[in-house]
């Protein structure tokens, strides 16, 4: 038997996407053990993490498996949405994590086991879809190593890995559609783009892929792409303005947008060009000059990585169009990665920017490894140069004294739970005194189901502002802890680092 046909009988045999997934597997373990071997690996312990969005995700994740969503309400200073209880990017975020979390289940590590299986499922659809070559696929996998903070993303508890989940998943149809129409596969990447679409408004885009690459031959399914489209952006819209509690101020600017609704196209030009320009400022003054001169910040990596991937994806498109071969696919590439980059620096502000441009250069290597492969292998040659990789690397890992004090809280809070009869969420509820010295990795104690208020210590301290929640969790001696005592609360559980505090009349 020639190779060719022991190939071809693998992949009929159904063997490919085991293969693939077990090449993924064992390449996020490589990459793992690599990256973080400075650090007491086989501990790994997300409460001990610095980033506080992981608690939240966490906890209402858990919710969403013990209860279908959490009793308590999730929201910041004492906001909840109008519909539900889920706090911010909305309740599809959490149901969609619960897929993978009916395996891993929701102890503090939950979000990073969702992610890796979230990671393997990606890559054995994109692999599948376009048809990689194992050795392309190790160039993918190298690239994305040696570039480093695309998949650092994945070896944490944040939701970014499952946009590349749907990224990859995308990618991988749309290629498989290039080639020949199914409606398997047009399916996945309709279902792709609409949750992308629903969980981060502006990867509405990915719907190019289908409408451009169908429209010649097939139109119907190309405007079955364009209605879906619409009802996507429908859909975020719904879960923004009715299932999704706003944060403590609004971080968007639609200001550009506002004045085009108005009529004065001028002025909205103006201001965005204005915009543009201080953002691009920021961007020099605050991550590509540093980096220039060996202060690796993740801004200025990232900025610069995407850049890079930017230029090439350009070069290539030029070569192909010279060359009269297709060019549709590519010209989807630069206009998803431009248009968002666009619309991202106008709405955002430049320090909230590095996980966005993270999330765009993740695409570009994916999308490079379809269409330009040597051109890959060229961004790699070059992405080798930089010594930013090389920078000391450490995980979260088990703090015993930290984990006796979170079963103390967690005990305490299991207890009146289990005592509280009120249907009302806000008896359900706890609400955090952020940036007061407490921990929010203590926030883990929360069993599951109840619902997280994360507040600022000022909002809180403040008595003019009403306290919704049932409990309280705040350090010893803040301004929180003044006001609580001042109006009768009652200390329910006190450790080391926190006092947690119950309202004096329950269900009030």
Not at 118 to 137: I, Y
Not at 272 to 287: D, F
Not at 486 to 495: I, Y
Request: aromatic content about 12%.
């Amino acid at each position: 038997m020639n190779t060719a046909t022991w190939k071809s009988r693998l992949s009929a045999g159904g063997l490919r996407p085991v293969l693939c997934a077990v090449g993924a597997a064992l390449f996020l373990l490589v990459a793992y053990i690599l990256y973080f071997h400075r650090t007491d690996l086989w501990h790994l312990w997300l409460p001990a993490s610095a980033n506080n969005d992981e608690v939240i995700y966490n906890r209402q994740l858990a919710g969403v498996l013990s209860s279908g969503q959490p009793e308590g309400v999730y929201g910041y200073n004492e906001g909840r949405a109008v519909v539900g209880h889920f706090g911010g990017w909305g309740p599809v975020l959490f149901f969609l994590y619960a897929i993978p979390g009916l395996v891993t289940g929701s102890g503090v590590n939950a979000m990073f086991w969702c992610n890796l299986l979230f990671a393997v499922a990606g890559w054995v659809l994109f692999a599948c879809g376009t048809r990689l070559s194992a050795r392309r696929q190790l160039l993918v996998a190298v690239t994305l190593f040696v570039c480093w903070y695309p998949l650092q993303e994945v070896f944490s508890g944040t939701s970014e890995p499952l946009q590349f989940f749907l990224l990859l998943a995308g990618l991988g149809a749309a290629s498989a559609l290039q080639r020949r129409f199914r409606v398997g596969w047009f399916l996945v990447l309709a279902a792709a783009c609409a949750l992308t679409t629903v969980t981060r408004a502006y990867t509405v885009l990915l719907w190019l892929y289908p409408i451009v690459l169908l429209w010649k031959r097939h139109r119907r399914w190309a405007l079955v792409s364009l209605a879906g489209a619409v009802l996507s952006v429908a859909g975020y819209l719904v879960v923004t303005v009715a299932m999704t509690a706003a944060f403590f101020t609004q971080n968007l600017d639609m200001q550009a947008f506002s004045l085009l609704a108005e009529g004065k196209p001028v002025q909205a030009v103006v201001y965005g060009c204005t915009k543009l320009g201080t953002q691009l400022a920021y961007l020099w003054r605050e991550g590509i000059a540093p980096a220039a001169r060996g202060d690796f910040r993740e801004l200025g990596i990232t900025a610069l990585l995407l850049l890079l991937l930017l230029v090439v994806q350009v070069v290539g498109l030029v070569q192909d169009a010279r060359a009269r071969r297709p060019v549709a696919f590519q010209v989807c590439t630069l206009a998803v990665v431009v248009v968002s980059l666009l619309g991202l620096l106008e709405m955002y502000e430049m320090y909230a920017m590095a996980r966005h441009l993270i999330m765009l250069a993740f695409f570009l290597v994916a999308a490079l490894a379809c269409s330009h492969p040597r051109a890959l292998a060229v961004c790699l040659v070059l992405v080798i140069l930089l010594p930013y990789h090389w920078q000391t690397v450490t995980l979260p890992t088990y703090d015993g004294t930290m984990d006796a004090q979170l079963q103390t809280v967690s005990a305490a809070l299991a207890q009146r739970e289990d005592a509280q009869q009120s249907d009302d969420p806000w008896a359900h509820t706890l609400a955090y005194a952020f940036r007061d010295e407490v921990f929010h990795g203590y926030l883990y104690a929360v069993p599951a189901g109840m619902g997280i208020q994360f507040d600022q210590n000022t909002y809180l301290a403040d008595i003019n502002n009403p306290i919704h929640s049932q409990y309280v969790m705040t350090s010893h001696g803040s301004e929180t802890e003044t006001r609580l005592l001042a109006e009768g609360w009652q200390a329910l559980v006190s450790t080391e680092d926190l006092i947690v505090y119950e309202r004096p009349e329950t269900g009030a």
